[in-house]
């Protein structure tokens, strides 16, 4: 046990006697001891700069600030900003001009403009661009974020937007600001790991190290005899219901079974009285592994003889689309000029300012209620629903604010059923987060898509065929995929005239982290390669693209 310090920290021109560790962050010391939840955690390493307080004035990471190191300083969070209830300048210059989206990063946003307006009240937009360097935003584009900052002084009488004075159509083409800007504007919006519940547990998930292998034999005594720990589960402890987006397509466990996909697949999880406590207790677990062959180019997937990933499924052709109109060889004869070329569109992942995170809880009747940061709360009741066999109607899913998701948070994530069987199991509410680096393993991004791209054109511009040959590597398991190959041919006839059409997609499952839904679900890899091959046809042709 690390020993104990008293210190007295000024935080918002309140002092506070807090006791911390020589490794407390002050991060920790903020939210969870003085319930100043405005001060976000994104990453832990200093690297997105939502934890943003200012250390006398000047711009910080609280991530990176030992408690220890804060002491004789006068921190300020968001919380402190307004005077008397009344917002700063700019805090309502952010909300008039429209630089709040998800909210996560803007108290970091908002206090690093504090420090830059109170050395120079009149920046210009580089001086602003270079002080926002180390404060990272997934939404909004900085535009808007740059022109609060750059007009807060004309915010400095209470703002008169939106109320009609008599005129009921004032509001018509007029600039409105966000129902929750106030919120999210002065740090009250409450996130899912903003959730602090009496008697509260934590859980931590223990992941595959290796991509493919049978689970041999897993002994959890050393982790469950662990002082701390509530609670130890893993496959044997949890429903053999499979889950996944399309039913004709489910095919994820809980807990793993009998084998493992990929590195990352969720082998076990604890429940304790800390963080800290779970991630000893899971150094604790012993897990044997015989591995097994591994692929992971969706080209050899496809082969015969490649080792089968899924074994539900016969090969490891996750989905298959084969999709045309009209006669694409007819076409390309009456074209005057036929080109064709191959295309790559790499993974990406979304990367939202705020890791996942999901708190559940269950009351005396037996009804459960989950906190979490999802786009979809219908969709985790309902599946929810399946995996615990209980009603719909003895399930809440409270949406809370959602700091980014672009797809990511579009199924029912690990940690929703986890941390609900895991509060079961203890009686006690357990919330559950990933770190930064975990949402690479948890995250679902975009699929890399491999395509063959031919079109024929006439010297007028006209469209006369396309032909289109897509594939898409899913990873492990079909979470979006059945609607990511699809709409990666679907979504290219929508915006020209394709009088022939023919497209052959193929969704491949792989040993690699799965994919799923992000920003545009599987279309902007084949509209890149469609527009590319469309300029290389008119350029040929002489024609303006």
């Given at each position: 046990?690390?020993?104990?310090?008293?210190?007295?920290?000024?935080?918002?021109?309140?002092?506070?006697?807090?006791?911390?560790?020589?490794?407390?962050?002050?991060?920790?010391?903020?939210?969870?001891?003085?319930?100043?939840?405005?001060?976000?955690?994104?990453?832990?390493?200093?690297?997105?700069?939502?934890?943003?307080?200012?250390?006398?004035?000047?711009?910080?990471?609280?991530?990176?600030?030992?408690?220890?190191?804060?002491?004789?300083?006068?921190?300020?969070?968001?919380?402190?900003?307004?005077?008397?209830?009344?917002?700063?300048?700019?805090?309502?210059?952010?909300?008039?001009?429209?630089?709040?989206?998800?909210?996560?990063?803007?108290?970091?946003?908002?206090?690093?403009?504090?420090?830059?307006?109170?050395?120079?009240?009149?920046?210009?937009?580089?001086?602003?661009?270079?002080?926002?360097?180390?404060?990272?935003?997934?939404?909004?584009?900085?535009?808007?974020?740059?022109?609060?900052?750059?007009?807060?002084?004309?915010?400095?009488?209470?703002?008169?937007?939106?109320?009609?004075?008599?005129?009921?159509?004032?509001?018509?083409?007029?600039?409105?600001?966000?129902?929750?800007?106030?919120?999210?504007?002065?740090?009250?919006?409450?996130?899912?790991?903003?959730?602090?519940?009496?008697?509260?547990?934590?859980?931590?998930?223990?992941?595959?190290?290796?991509?493919?292998?049978?689970?041999?034999?897993?002994?959890?005594?050393?982790?469950?005899?662990?002082?701390?720990?509530?609670?130890?589960?893993?496959?044997?402890?949890?429903?053999?219901?499979?889950?996944?987006?399309?039913?004709?397509?489910?095919?994820?466990?809980?807990?793993?079974?009998?084998?493992?996909?990929?590195?990352?697949?969720?082998?076990?999880?604890?429940?304790?009285?800390?963080?800290?406590?779970?991630?000893?207790?899971?150094?604790?677990?012993?897990?044997?592994?015989?591995?097994?062959?591994?692929?992971?180019?969706?080209?050899?997937?496809?082969?015969?003889?490649?080792?089968?990933?899924?074994?539900?499924?016969?090969?490891?052709?996750?989905?298959?689309?084969?999709?045309?109109?009209?006669?694409?060889?007819?076409?390309?004869?009456?074209?005057?000029?036929?080109?064709?070329?191959?295309?790559?569109?790499?993974?990406?992942?979304?990367?939202?300012?705020?890791?996942?995170?999901?708190?559940?809880?269950?009351?005396?009747?037996?009804?459960?209620?989950?906190?979490?940061?999802?786009?979809?709360?219908?969709?985790?009741?309902?599946?929810?629903?399946?995996?615990?066999?209980?009603?719909?109607?003895?399930?809440?899913?409270?949406?809370?604010?959602?700091?980014?998701?672009?797809?990511?948070?579009?199924?029912l994530n690990p940690l929703e059923i986890l941390s609900a069987l895991l509060a079961k199991r203890t009686g006690r509410p357990v919330k559950m987060r990933y770190t930064r680096s975990e949402m690479f393993h948890h995250g679902r991004g975009r699929h890399k898509q491999h395509i063959e791209l031919k079109m024929g054109m006439k010297r007028d511009g006209t469209i006369t065929a396309v032909k289109q040959r897509c594939v898409l590597d899913g990873g492990a398991y079909s979470s979006f995929g059945i609607v990511a190959v699809y709409y990666a041919g679907a979504m290219i006839p929508t915006l020209y005239k394709l009088p022939n059409y023919k497209y052959d997609g193929f969704r491949v499952n792989t040993n690699l982290p799965a994919c799923g839904a992000m920003r545009g679900h599987g279309c902007p890899h084949p509209r890149f390669a469609f527009e590319s091959l469309l300029t290389d046809m008119a350029n040929?042709?002489?024609?303006?693209?």
């Amino acid at each position: 046990m690390s020993k104990r310090h008293v210190i007295e920290l000024a935080v918002n021109g309140d002092q506070h006697v807090v006791p911390v560790t020589a490794t407390t962050r002050l991060t920790e010391v903020l939210r969870e001891q003085l319930g100043l939840t405005g001060t976000k955690v994104g990453c832990g390493v200093g690297d997105c700069g939502a934890c943003t307080v200012l250390l006398d004035g000047e711009p910080a990471n609280a991530c990176l600030l030992l408690a220890l190191e804060a002491e004789g300083h006068e921190i300020t969070t968001i919380e402190g900003l307004a005077t008397h209830g009344e917002l700063h300048p700019l805090q309502r210059a952010f909300m008039e001009e429209g630089a709040i989206q998800c909210g996560f990063c803007t108290p970091a946003m908002v206090l690093t403009g504090k420090a830059l307006i109170s050395k120079n009240p009149n920046p210009k937009e580089e001086e602003i661009r270079e002080a926002l360097a180390g404060t990272l935003c997934r939404c909004t584009g900085y535009g808007k974020i740059v022109r609060a900052i750059e007009r807060w002084q004309e915010y400095t009488k209470p703002s008169q937007a939106g109320k009609t004075s008599g005129d009921e159509h004032v509001v018509v083409g007029a600039r409105l600001p966000r129902k929750d800007a106030p919120e999210k504007v002065t740090g009250r919006a409450r996130y899912a790991d903003d959730i602090r519940l009496p008697n509260m547990l934590y859980g931590k998930i223990l992941t595959s190290p290796v991509p493919h292998a049978r689970i041999v034999g897993i002994d959890t005594s050393k982790a469950e005899a662990l002082s701390g720990v509530k609670a130890v589960l893993t496959g044997k402890d949890v429903t053999d219901t499979l889950y996944g987006i399309s039913p004709a397509r489910y095919d994820e466990h809980v807990l793993a079974k009998e084998k493992v996909c990929h590195v990352g697949d969720e082998v076990a999880a604890v429940a304790a009285v800390d963080e800290a406590t779970c991630k000893r207790a899971l150094e604790l677990i012993d897990v044997e592994y015989e591995e097994l062959p591994s692929v992971f180019d969706p080209f050899e997937a496809m082969q015969d003889g490649a080792p089968i990933i899924v074994e539900r499924f016969k090969n490891n052709i996750n989905t298959r689309v084969d999709w045309n109109f009209g006669d694409v060889e007819r076409g390309f004869e009456d074209a005057d000029l036929v080109l064709e070329d191959k295309y790559e569109g790499n993974r990406t992942y979304q990367s939202p300012m705020e890791p996942h995170c999901a708190v559940s809880e269950w009351d005396g009747d037996g009804r459960l209620t989950v906190y979490t940061s999802t786009q979809v709360v219908h969709y985790v009741r309902y599946q929810l629903a399946r995996l615990l066999e209980i009603p719909q109607g003895d399930i809440r899913v409270i949406g809370t604010h959602c700091g980014g998701g672009f797809g990511g948070k579009a199924g029912l994530n690990p940690l929703e059923i986890l941390s609900a069987l895991l509060a079961k199991r203890t009686g006690r509410p357990v919330k559950m987060r990933y770190t930064r680096s975990e949402m690479f393993h948890h995250g679902r991004g975009r699929h890399k898509q491999h395509i063959e791209l031919k079109m024929g054109m006439k010297r007028d511009g006209t469209i006369t065929a396309v032909k289109q040959r897509c594939v898409l590597d899913g990873g492990a398991y079909s979470s979006f995929g059945i609607v990511a190959v699809y709409y990666a041919g679907a979504m290219i006839p929508t915006l020209y005239k394709l009088p022939n059409y023919k497209y052959d997609g193929f969704r491949v499952n792989t040993n690699l982290p799965a994919c799923g839904a992000m920003r545009g679900h599987g279309c902007p890899h084949p509209r890149f390669a469609f527009e590319s091959l469309l300029t290389d046809m008119a350029n040929s042709l002489g024609l303006d693209p």
